[in-house]
Nanobody
């Protein structure tokens, strides 16, 4: 079992940048692809970005391409989500999730994932 804990969410203004962190513990971090999802009130939990075990394969939702960057530091068991040019539409609870197939980036659907963090709130004011 891998355990995940997100941090870094807060209230920001439109156009600002923010970096979220996802710290993993438990089973080998290198055994998992890690993804970020987000969920706005009354909405589905949507895929945002994903990264494979080495960082050599990444994937992004169209809505965040060019603005968000996912990366990982395996020496610190941490995945980051750098968010630039934030928009009010980015307001949501952001979750990181682990999928036990390390060699490619993760899938687009929440049910494909084995473990989830508790989430961190990002609010972007206009």
């Amino acid at each position: 079992q891998i355990y995940l804990a997100e941090s870094g969410g807060r209230l920001v203004q439109a156009g600002d940048s923010l970096r979220l962190s996802c710290l993993a513990s438990g089973r080998s971090f290198l055994s998992y692809a890690i993804s970020w999802f987000r969920q706005a009130p009354g909405q589905e939990r949507d895929f945002v970005a994903s990264i494979n075990f080495s960082g050599g394969s990444t994937d992004y939702a169209d809505s965040v391409k060019g603005r968000f960057t996912i990366s990982r530091d395996n020496s610190k068991n941490t995945v980051f989500l750098q968010m630039n040019g934030l928009e009010p539409e980015d307001t949501a609870v952001y979750y990181c999730a682990a999928q036990a197939h390390p060699y490619k980036s993760g899938g687009y659907y929440a049910h494909e994932y084995d473990s989830w963090g508790q989430g961190t709130q990002v609010t972007v004011s206009s």
